[in-house]
């Protein structure tokens, strides 16, 4: 009964991902429609994706907080249902200030998500068997935009985007009734699932931890796929519409066959990482130098696929290029519950999605200001994609170089037992003055 009801609660929160990257690729879909009718240039349109993102770390930092303080039924359906009333007003509106504000209070609204469902997710499984769901739940980040390209094109079709924010708010409100009748925490107290290694102390000082190699080599790891994630969740239907000429149907059905072979690939990058702990590889080995290789390739095909005319090789890399980079996450994120303490992970996730948030801030921005500086949109695009794929192949090195769980983890239990054992030679030497 327990694995039934804990791959029920994964499935139900693989949904409350789905509809988190829903709602933040809506713009991104509605984009061309949007600028024409805010009469808005695409820096003003980088500001609205970048704004998204002004809170998010803020939102991180509370929903971090308050794991664990407030039961997670009432936190996730909480927030949830903040997403779905930040997108109202755009069922209406037509004015720059309300799409920014809006953009920004779902920003906040969203920025815990990612800490709230992994660490309810592991709460239900063992160490040893969290890669899979942790991935099937980040899987959702891929099936959001998924779903979101085809129905979206669809409503622009037969009415117009105010309905692609009807459409978004009206499903998160489904959801959130489903979550107030299924969610809860599993076996042990949210977020406290074990670790991979016996030896990780129950508690480890946060300077330690925010330092160690592999929770840094994590975090820039995070922060170069999470540009990736931004520009495309923000920028490729207008790329695909504005720089290469597809018309708005063709972008949908391309952008959903991208994000269903990303999803696809998550899975299955899972179960290769459990796969290869079964075969004796080191944690550092399936989890840490498997994502960043998948991010290197994925740098690779990002730099590549602008270039190449329009055709199936350059949807085939684009599509390599996104797959990978997303597919790593939810391997990596399974690595960060393995060297933080159970205790403290929500705390730890919290700052390290604040720091790969400003991922986010930036990417969008900067995308926006050389589309409008280059001599013509595609060549803007092209450059933008260059530097991003750059991002990745540095963030990728770095990770590699950085991410040593093994080290780490046997560091934390040497000082532990250093500290442990103070007091007892402090006592003994007093004994020995006495």
Same mark, same amino acid.
């Given at each position: 009964?327990? #694995? ?5 609660l994964?499935?139900t ?6 509809l988190?990257?829903?709602d933040?690729?809506v ?5 061309? /429609?949007?600028?024409?009718?805010? /009469? ?5 349109f ?7 993102f002004w ?17 997670a #039924?009432?936190?996730?359906g ?5 997403w ?16 920014l ?5 779902? =920003? ?47 409503l ?6 105010h309905a692609?924010?009807?459409a ?7 959801w959130?009734?489903?979550? %107030?009748?299924v =969610? #809860? ?5 949210? =977020? ?13 000082p946060?300077?330690?931890? %925010?330092?160690s ?8 790891l ?17 790329t695909? #519409?504005?720089?290469l000429?597809?018309?708005a ?19 299955? @990058? ?16 399936s ?27 350059q ?10 980079s997303?597919?790593?996450?939810g391997v ?7 060297v ?16 790969y948030?400003?991922?986010?801030v930036?990417a969008p921005l900067?995308l ?13 695009y092209?450059?933008? @994609? ?13 990770g ?19 500290? /442990? ?14």
């Open positions: 009964m327990t #694995r039934r009801t804990a791959w029920i994964t499935a929160l693989f949904a409350f991902m789905l988190n990257y829903a933040k690729s713009v991104g879909l509605v984009g061309v /429609d949007l600028l024409h009718d805010l /009469d808005i240039n695409a820096s003003q980088g500001v609205v994706q970048s704004g998204f809170l998010y770390a803020a939102g991180a930092i509370l929903g971090g907080f308050l794991i664990g303080r407030i039961r #039924r009432w936190l996730i909480g927030i949830a249902l903040l779905a009333l930040s997108l109202l007003p755009m069922v209406w509106s037509t004015s720059f200030s309300v799409l504000v809006t953009r920004m209070l779902l =920003g906040f609204a969203e920025g815990p998500a990612p800490a709230l469902a992994l660490a309810v997710t592991h709460s239900w499984f063992p160490a040893d068997k969290r890669t899979l769901p942790t991935s099937v739940v980040v899987g959702g980040t891929a099936f959001g935009p998924l779903v979101a390209a085809p129905a979206i094109t669809a622009l079709t037969h009415f117009d985007w692609a924010f009807a978004t708010a009206i499903a998160g409100v489904v959130v009734a489903v979550w %107030l009748l =969610g #809860r925490e599993g076996p042990e107290e949210v =977020g406290h699932a074990g670790s991979s290694f016996k030896l990780l102390p129950e508690h480890v946060y300077r330690r931890l %925010l330092t190699g592999t929770v840094v080599g994590l975090a820039i995070f922060f170069a796929t999470y540009c990736s994630v931004a520009v495309k969740i923000t920028w490729l239907p207008l695909l #519409r504005q720089g000429g597809y018309d149907e063709t972008t949908g059905w391309l952008i959903s066959l991208l994000y269903l072979c990303t999803f696809i690939l998550m899975i299955v @990058f899972g179960a290769v990482s459990r796969a290869m702990t079964k075969r004796g590889a080191s944690v550092r080995a989890r840490g130098l498997l994502s960043c290789a998948l991010v290197a390739t994925g740098g690779l095909s990002t730099i590549a696929w602008p270039f190449f005319d329009r055709g199936p090789l949807i085939a890399l684009l599509t390599v290029g996104t797959s990978l997303i597919g790593a996450q990596a994120w399974s690595l960060l519950s393995d933080v303490p159970a205790r403290q992970r929500g705390t730890v996730i919290g700052t390290v999605v604040t720091f948030s400003l991922g986010g930036i900067l926006g200001n050389l589309v409008d500086n280059a001599k013509s949109p595609l060549a803007g092209q450059l933008g @994609f260059t530097v991003l794929g750059v991002v990745l192949l540095a963030g990728a090195a770095i590699a170089w950085l991410i040593r769980p093994e080290r780490n983890v046997a560091a934390f239990a040497a000082a532990h037992c250093a500290t /442990d054992a103070a007091p007892t030679a402090a006592e003994h030497a007093g004994q020995r003055n006495n």
